[in-house]
């Protein structure tokens, strides 16, 4: 138990109870939630305490966004709900963003936040930090509960861990009002009110008819091709999905937050061939991945549509936890539902050695276009312009992820994400960390402190400087727990890139520029951190070497050319003016 208090009811008389405090931290640790990402204050800061004092891990930040992040991330990697703990009203809105990207992008995450009292902010009385939270949590989480009393506690605890991992995976919040922590109730009726929740993601094993239809289109397939989404990473299913991978012998794509599922070099891996295979195949198998803008939905041009709302003619299979998705944006013709583990070993059961291998002619055309984008991109990175660029330092990121391929990479930025997406191969699953489904700006060094949390290991951010301002002071968090994080800031001065002017001539910089020759390793220096100003790619080496051998958090301002990147990276058509007709 977090602690009991023995208190005397009676002269001579004395008894055990224990109080909301201790409640809560009881339920978390009794179902293995071991890590609180947050930042204490009223009505929560004696829960923090408690909770360290109880042998949890709490990790506290500067801005409840980054904390918040931090525990989605850390959901996304470990599959099981990450905890982000915040004040009321101002701290909570702080944690939503991150609650809802969490929800769009099926990351399990708990949101705790203390909140006033019930009977003031219903009456709108003008309570300290006075907000009705849960109701303006409901549209952004996937669920939302409230405990009023503490032997309610162990329920709203397992509601809300049942509600994040269940199904389809997503952020819950969880609001427990300051006068819920100091309630006493007798210890061992408090014991026995906390549930240890028994199977909290169950299987959810696909129709076996399901299961034939998708094998029946993939068999009769000329050209397959499989897409691999984030849902198959964090299924942790990497064997059998490798397995289907390697049985069937087709192509397959991974989405950004996949790419490790197997190694990028592996040879069925056609990114390099995309724009190429996804107009040509004539079955496509979704696994974990949705057709949503990431994949142009499923049609138009991108697909070899005649238009942008033309269909392509792709047959899909789609696997998926959610019996909503399919038909969500084209024709799924074998959605196969269930978890992404159960489904792939079902299909493995029905794929044996006599499976046909696909077309020679396929996988020799996507091979061939494979190896000759290859070669165009290795004669880009082998350039040392000056000064250095996107290309020339992401070459260097390039051999030294290679070089630590356990380490995970954390990456946010326009033209920082694309390029490093596309350039830097990851080897191994659940590695690679980014802005997922909304191409978020601000994950940054919440998800760096995560994931140094969580593995215990080496993280290497890849940020655009725009988007390291998101969440740059939690550097501070990053020394304060003397993390192994090494932050290479890919510094052009500006978003997108930094040579815009102000038309009218004025003295105000244009809305897209920063200041020039920003000196951001300082910023690192300033809490006990390394701090490296690198201007050549040889520079940038023996910085992130340097940092991988030390363990010591450092940043890196990795100086590039202003003119360098293009508006809103590989997303350009989406502005608005692009559309003009
Ligand atoms: P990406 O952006 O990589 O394409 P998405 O976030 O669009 O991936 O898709 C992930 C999909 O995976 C979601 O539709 C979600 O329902 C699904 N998913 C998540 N976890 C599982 C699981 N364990 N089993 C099956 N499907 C899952």
């Known amino acids: 138990m977090g602690g009991t208090v023995t208190t005397p009811q009676f002269a001579g008389e004395a008894q055990a109870v224990t109080d909301g405090f201790n409640l809560v931290i009881d339920a978390l640790k009794l179902n293995g939630l071991d890590t609180i990402f947050g930042v204490p204050g009223i009505p929560i800061t004696d829960l923090a305490r408690k909770a360290q004092a109880a042998g949890m891990r709490v990790i506290s930040f500067r801005h409840e966004q980054s904390a918040a992040y931090a525990a989605s991330i850390a959901g996304f990697m470990t599959g099981k709900p990450g905890i982000c703990l915040t004040v009321s009203a101002p701290g909570f809105l702080n944690g939503l963003t991150a609650l809802a990207n969490a929800t769009t992008n099926c990351f399990p995450m708990i949101l705790i936040s203390g909140s006033s009292e019930r009977e003031i902010v219903d009456l709108q009385q003008g309570d300290y930090e006075e907000m009705d939270q849960l109701a303006i949590a409901k549209s952004f989480a996937k669920a939302a509960f409230r405990v009023l009393h503490a ?16 199904g389809r995976p997503g952020g819950v919040y969880l609001d427990l009002p300051g006068k819920l922590f100091p309630q006493t109730i007798d210890a061992e009726i408090g014991k026995n009110s906390l549930i240890k929740v028994v199977d909290p993601a169950p299987r959810q094993i696909p129709a076996p008819d399901a299961v034939q239809r998708a094998l029946a289109l993939l068999r009769e397939a000329k050209r397959p091709l499989i897409i691999l989404g984030k849902g198959a990473a964090y299924a942790q299913a990497d064997a059998d999905i490798r397995a289907l991978v390697e049985r069937t012998g087709i192509p397959y ?28 195949a004539d079955v496509v198998m979704l696994v974990g991945a949705r057709l949503n803008w990431l994949l142009s939905h499923g049609k138009g ?31 799924i013709d074998a959605p196969v539902v269930g978890d992404i583990g159960s489904c792939v070993a079902a299909l493995l059961a029905g794929i044996d050695a006599t499976w046909p291998k696909p077309q020679a002619g396929w996988l020799a055309a996507v091979a061939e276009r494979k190896s000759k984008n290859i070669a165009k991109m290795a004669e880009t990175l082998a350039k040392n312009p ?8 992401l070459a260097v990121v390039r051999d030294i992820v290679k070089a630590n391929p356990d380490a995970c990479l954390v990456n946010e930025g326009a033209n920082a994400l ?56 939690e550097v501070e968090t990053i ?30 910089p244009a809305p897209l520029a920063f200041v020039k020759d920003a000196r951001y390793e300082k910023l690192m220096e300033a809490f006990g951190g390394v701090g490296v100003h690198a201007t050549t790619p040889a520079e940038l080496r023996s910085a992130m070497e ?32 692009a559309k003009r007709q």
Not at 151 to 166: C, P, T
Not at 257 to 278: E, I, N, W, Y
Not at 489 to 496: A, C, D, E, P, Q
């Open 301 to 331: 041009k991108t697909w070899g549509g005649k238009d942008a709302r033309a269909w392509g003619g792709q047959k899909f299979v789609q696997i998926d936890i959610s019996s909503q998705e399919a038909d969500s944006n084209v024709r």
């Open 253 to 280: 794509l991974p989405m950004s937050m996949a790419k490790g599922l197997l190694p990028d070099t592996h040879p069925q891996c056609a990114s390099a061939a995309r724009s190429f295979v996804l107009p040509e």
């Open 386 to 393: 000056v000064p250095m660029n996107f290309h020339s330092a």
């Open 151 to 166: 032997e309610d506690i162990g329920v709203g605890v397992a509601r809300a861990i049942r509600a994040a991992v269940s």
């Open 479 to 508: 020394c304060r727990y003397d993390l192994p994080v090494c932050v290479v800031i890919l510094n052009n001065s500006g978003v997108y890139r930094g040579d815009e002017k102000n038309p009218t001539g004025g003295r105000d």
């Open 546 to 577: 340097e940092a991988i051998r030390s363990r010591r958090p450092t940043l890196v301002n990795a100086v590039i050319d202003a003119t360098a990147g293009t508006e809103s990276g590989r997303i350009t058509s989406l502005n608005p003016a």
């Open 418 to 473: 694309d390029f490093t997406r596309s350039i830097v191969d990851m080897f191994k699953p659940r590695k690679r960390l980014d802005v997922g489904t909304w191409g978020v700006m601000g994950i940054g060094m919440g998800f760096s402190v995560a994931a140094a949390v969580v593995s215990g290991g080496q993280v290497i951010a890849i940020e655009g400087d725009s988007a390291f301002g998101f969440s740059g002071m």
